[in-house]
């Protein structure tokens, strides 16, 4: 079972950046799509972003309107996820997942213990 680390997050102005990382280990890291989720007080869990274990495809939330950006770095085993003009609403604990197969389909293997993002006005 694959291993994952979120990192990166923390509190922030809103307006600012912030660019989240999931270090994997323990499985070959480009075999897994890799997604980015985040989970507000109160809200369900929302998918952010999705990349694929190639790194070809791509996907993101409409919500997010080209603000957020997922990528991938096979070499390190890390996925990203860089986040600019954040807004107070983009508060959440983000979680990165990872699962195997076709695009899109199939159960997760394994969820990080999620980083939280406080952006502050």
């Known amino acids: 079972q694959v291993q994952l680390v979120e990192s990166g997050g923390g509190l922030v102005q809103a307006g600012g950046s912030l660019r989240l990382s999931c270090a994997a280990s323990?499985?070959?890291?480009?075999?897994?799509?890799m997604d980015w989720f985040r989970q507000a007080p109160g809200k369900e869990r929302e998918r952010v972003a999705v990349i694929s274990a190639s790194g070809t495809r791509t996907y993101y939330s409409d919500s997010l309107k080209g603000r957020f950006t997922i990528s991938r770095d096979n070499a390190k085993n890390t996925v990203y996820l860089q986040m600019n003009s954040l807004k107070s609403e983009d508060t959440a604990v983000y979680y990165c997942?990872?699962?195997?197969?076709?695009?899109?389909?199939?159960?997760?293997?394994?969820w990080g213990q999620g980083t939280q993002v406080t952006v502050s006005s």
């Open positions: 997942a990872a699962r195997t197969g076709v695009w899109n389909m199939g159960p997760y293997e394994n």
């Open positions: 323990g499985r070959p890291f480009s075999r897994y799509h």
